[in-house]
């Protein structure tokens, strides 16, 4: 049976800044996606991450579909006009646009679709963050399908051996997308030479080139290329297929035990650690760390079995452990060097706007 999966997921208010949304905004949006929502897709499944609500659909009307997009777009709208009632911070803020034009893909919500053939046992994981860029996801991409340190799969399943094609975006070209596809193994350095920057190259897609299915999407909405200032971070979203020609589960979930320094964290202008955590967890110290919830799944016909929650073992507690070290170390730096961001990256304006002052002051001495 040919299903799609799709994820669309946005800030649209949270409980004392940037903690978490009420559950009575979490309620109107499943509300409204369960009351309009009927005729329109299988199966769904609503959850939170840090202060982002996110909509899980199973339907038969492909990616990009209008009326889908359009139910999640109003499913949102109507959790926002709670979170304004209620006086929530940020109500509606990934919300960009006044009107829903016919794909939320550059409306500010963050999107991953997959259209696929259900094989036999299809199993998924459901991987949302918060506090952090999509770049995010490149490490544990490149770690889960380049090499075997973390994918044993590479050294022992022929179907994996052969490979995935990456499809890499270009996110600073924002006239219409800019992509490249490179091939592993035998591209693998120059996949690396662009996903090591996290804010301009970004994985849109990952296939198997054993069976040419779609294995990986991710998001790779940037908020400051929509709204031309800084609306909040990204908060990238992603779907990948697990199992059989896919890497497995845990050789997905492997990369994550490292707790990466990405983007994010305060006012999404410095870098931290990108913690794992369990389900409809919030956000805590300095507006962070940077975290990412993983709900795996099988689904067969389109419907859906509960989720399980990846990083709810005690492994992944001694993990969170090592990760609020790393953040406490990077924090002792404050402001200085890889503490916060480069010029470049920096999401409010204060700097940029205090240097153009004492640009005006520096004088050049003369010999």
């Known amino acids: 049976m040919k299903v799609t999966l799709s994820i669309i997921k946005a800030d649209i208010g949270s409980i004392g800044g940037h903690i978490k949304p009420s559950q009575k905004v979490v309620e109107a949006v499943e509300s409204h996606v369960k009351k309009f929502g009927k005729t329109l897709f299988i199966d769904s499944f609503i959850e939170y991450t840090g202060d982002d609500i996110a909509i899980l659909l199973t339907h038969k009307r492909g990616a990009g579909n209008k009326e ?10 109507s959790g926002a006009d709670v979170a304004k009632k209620q006086g929530l911070y940020g109500a509606g803020q990934d919300l960009l646009v006044d009107a829903f034009s016919g794909n939320i893909k550059g409306m500010g919500p963050q999107v991953a679709e997959i259209e696929m053939e259900e094989r036999g046992a299809e199993s998924f994981l459901m991987f949302c963050a918060d506090k952090t860029e999509p770049g995010a996801f490149n490490l544990p991409l490149y770690l889960g399908f380049c090499d075997p340190m973390h994918n ?53 897609s990952v ?18 290329n929509i709204a031309g200032k800084y609306v909040g971070k990204d908060d990238p979203v992603m779907l990948v297929r697990t199992q059989k020609d896919f890497p497995a589960t845990g050789e997905i979930l492997s990369p994550y035990t490292i707790g990466h320094y990405v983007a994010g964290f305060m006012r999404g202008s410095h870098n931290g650690p990108l913690m794992p955590v369990k389900k409809n967890s919030t956000i805590s110290y300095f507006d962070g760390p940077p975290i990412v919830s993983c709900m795996a799944f099988c689904v067969q016909n389109g419907k859906l079995t509960e989720p399980a929650d990846a990083f709810d073992h005690p492994y992944w507690d001694y993990v969170r452990n090592n990760v609020s070290q790393k953040a406490e170390w990077i ?26 002052i004492l640009e005006k002051r520096f004088t050049v001495r003369e010999k």
């Not at 022929?158 to 996110?171: E, L, Q, S």
């Not at 296939?207 to 400051?224: M, N, P």
């Not at 002792?332 to 409010?348: A, D, H, K, V």
């Open 207 to 224: 296939w198997s080139r054993a069976s040419g299915e779609q294995v990986v999407a991710a998001s790779t909405t940037r908020l400051h």
């Open 152 to 204: 044993a799969g590479l050294l022992l399943s022929p179907a994996v051996k052969k490979g995935y094609k990456f499809v890499i975006m270009d996110v600073e070209h924002t006239i219409k997308d800019k992509v490249i596809e490179l091939h592993s193994p035998e591209e693998i350095y120059d996949i690396a030479v662009l996903l090591r920057d996290n804010g301009k190259y970004i994985v849109e």
């Open 331 to 356: 924090r002792r730096q404050g402001f200085s060097g890889p503490g916060m961001l480069p010029m470049s990256e920096l999401e409010y304006t204060g700097v940029t706007d205090t240097l153009k």
């Open 68 to 77: 889908i997009h359009k139910l999640c777009w109003d499913a949102l709208y």
